[in-house]
Every structure is written in structure tokens, then in C-alpha cells.
């Protein structure tokens, strides 16, 4: 299993050479860039052809791999016009994954309305994903779709995926507490296994998720792919990024 | 062994009752105080009687022990005017962990005088210690000298204090990743393990010092005192004071 940084709110204020450098200083394997919030990396839909080219030849100078583009696409309209403008959004961001060789994408179903039907909802949430399966067809960029908002529930995320049926399609497993509601976490674990590409941590100081019982879950999963830490803001953020990776470090190989 | 903080750096800029929160909140089982910096804490020697009262009633009402105050005392120089200062101050600092409840104080020998003669400096110091155990012989409290400065290394702190002679005076181990060059670390707290009261960790994720290493020896010593953290200041301190106890507790209970 492989560690990596999410610039979600610890590191958005760092340069994308800063983060290069900071990450591999601490032994952070990848990095993966929330796009769509103005944080200081630059990766975003606005770069120029020749950005993309800098960002993707300041990766492949790197010891540190592109983990992959979080972007805030989301496709939990009502409306089709709404889902078709993130779904055009995120086709967007596809090309951009290819241009500075980032090899997945994240979005989001988010939040059921309240005035849809569950099964309605899983079903038009599947057909944006099946149509951005098929968009990256070739492309060698994942689309993962994050257990995020309500599809923390694992029958959410599971659904829409199934739904959407293409293997380019998998999911993003978000460590929420919330999931212990419905059971240990080895439960939900177990049910997104099949389609599971990728991970975000949180604090992993934080009791509240267990950190431990993940990491032994995984293991036995022989899940190999990158974790990506999305630790809070800091203004010690360097600090922070440093104590974490070794926290990682201890907790994983220790669970 | 029981994790105490030290308000060197992290830390200082807390009042009293704040670090007895965060210390509680986040599992640190003591407040080592740094005086003479002027601290928050408010922990010195012009505190008055109402005051150490106070002081006193707070550690008496909160789950986190005084687990010692820090003085800047030291018994480097040539001059026996200077260092009878040195130990007239700590004499009073002696009076003050007596009214406040701390078990320990903290001297340094320190740096040796350019040109001086070892031997000498180090006979000085252990003649200082004696005249300290002496005088807080009923005080319930214990004076450690600590491997700081040229004093990091075993045979000056072991000499000193053997030279003192005296059951209230003892050893604060100090984590100097300066050992690593001349031995592994088990070489420097062999000797000084029948005098060892006390320990300061600084930033535990450094690999620079063997702090897995650290914690086997002292398991398999016996050792259950106190260790305090002594890490680098941060902005984020209290963030960092959280991850820091996780990562003390995965390391220590998993080497």
C-alpha cells in the first residue's frame, strides 16, 4: 500500500514544487490534487497546453507518482441539464488527466434530494458514470466515484456503480465514522472490495475512525493501491505532513 | 512509561489551565514546565505563595501530574562565585516544586569552558549536585542533571552524579541523536540506567534517533516513569500535540 498527499486542505497553500518536494522529503509515494478550489498547485481545467505539459514533465522528474485529480464534479441532479454540465465538466477533466498523466479522477454522487426515489436516484447517477466510463475508454484514466455525502452508505456507492457497469468506473472508499451506524467497517469494506481503486484518509489521530482495524482489512484484501491522506488545514502544514507519514508508517505496519 | 509534555517549545504559549486541558484531552499523563523563559504557564520563581497554591490545586484537580519544572541551571563555569548562583537558584526552584507538588527538577552540567579541564568541570558539577541533593533531602524532591550540551555524553552525567553521590540527585536522559555516532544508544543508557528518574523525547518522527529502539530498551529495563515530549514550536500546536501522543502510542506500545 502505497501513501499519498491530498491537497484538500492540508498543502493547498503550497506550489506544486513544493509539494513534489515536501512529499518525497517524507516519503509521501504520490500526490493527488483537488482541483476546483484555487489552491496553489495550479491544477486546473483553466491550464494551458503548455501548463500541462510542465505539470506533467514536473511529475515525471519526481520520485513522486501523479495519484490522481479530485475534482468537485457531482451528479446528484434531479435535472438532467444539471448532471449533463458536470458530466461534460468531468469529461473535461478526463482529457486533462491524460494531458499531465494523471491516471484517475475523482467525483462525487453527493447528496440524494429528498423529493427522488433511492432507486431512481442510483440508477441516473450509474448513467453519468457509464457515460464517463465510456468518454475515458482508452484513455487509461479511472473514474472514481468517492464515498462522499450519502454514499458513505455502501449501498449507494455500490449501486451507482453497478449500475453504471464499465470497468473504467470504481470507487474511492472515504473512511467516514458515519458507516459505523450500519456495522463494523470491515462490512462496507467487504461490499465495495470488488470495485475499490482507491482510498482517502483523514486524521488519522482521530479514534473516531478505526484506523487500525482498516489497515488489517486491507491487508488481508491484498489491496496494494494508493491511500491518500486528506488531513485538515494547517498552519504547521509541513510539520503536520511530516508526523503523519511516520504515523502511517507505524499504524500500518503495526495493524 | 507515561508521556509528559515539556513547554520548551511546544507548548509555551498555553496558560496553565489550557495545557492541563489539551494535556488531558489528548492523553498526555503530564506537564513538565520550562521555567526561566517566561512561559505562559506562569510556573517561576516570583510566583508568590497565594499563587503556587494555586498552581498547586490546579494539578491536585486535573488527571495530569506536574511532572516536573526545568530550570536553566547550570554548573559549567570556572568561576565558583557563578556557580554558587547556579545553585543557590536552584536551591529556590527546590522551594518551589515543594509548594507546588513537582517530584523533580531539571539542572544541566552543560557545555565545557573553552580550555578548561574536563575532569575538573565535571568534579564541579557533582560537588554543585551534592550541595542541591543535600538541601532537598526531605523535600520529596529529586534534582536530574541532564545528558545536554557536551553532557550528552554518558561518562560526564554518570561521573557527575556519582561524584554527588547523593540518593535525591539523578539522570535525564536526553534522545541526542549525536550518540548514533559513536555507539548505538543502548551503549549510553546502560551505564546511567541506576541513576535514570527522567527521559526527554523531542520531534519523534525524526528518524535521526532510534526512538523504536529507545522504547524496547527502557520496556526491558523496567523503566515506567515519565517521558516527555520536548518538540520543535509549531502555529498548529495543539494539532500537533494531538498527532504527536497517537504516534508516541503506536510507537511505544508496537516496539
Redesign the interface.
Known sequence: MKLSLMTASLGQDMTLAELLSVTEKYGYEGLECRAEKGHKHGVELETSREQRAQIKAAFADSAVSFAGIACSCRFEYPEPERRREQVERAKEFIDMCVEVGSPRLRVFGNYKPDAVDEGEFLEYVGASLRELGEYAEGSDVAVNLEMHGHFYRRRYAVGAVEAADHEGIGILYNCDPREREAGPVGETLQAVAPYLRHLHFHHLEDPRYPYNELFRMLKNLGYGGLVTVEGGQSDDAERVMAIYARLFEWMYWNS | MKLSLLTFQLGKDFELDELLALCAKYGYKGVECRAQLDHKHGLELETTADQRATIKAKFDDSPVDLAGISTSCRFESLDAAERQEHVDTTKKFIDLAADVGAPRVRVFGNAFPEGSNKDQVVENVGNCLREIGQYAEDSGVDCNLEMHGDFYRWQYTLRAVEIADHERIGIVYNCDSRETKWSPISEFLTPVAPYLRHIHLHN??DSKYPYGELFRILKNMGYHEFASLEA?G???AE??M??????FE??YW?S
Do not use: F, K, P, T
Not at chain 2, 242 to 247: D, Q
Open positions: 519523534i518522527e520543535g509549531s502555529a498548529d494539532r500537533v494531538g498527532i504527536y501522543a497517537r504516534l503506536w510507537m508496537n
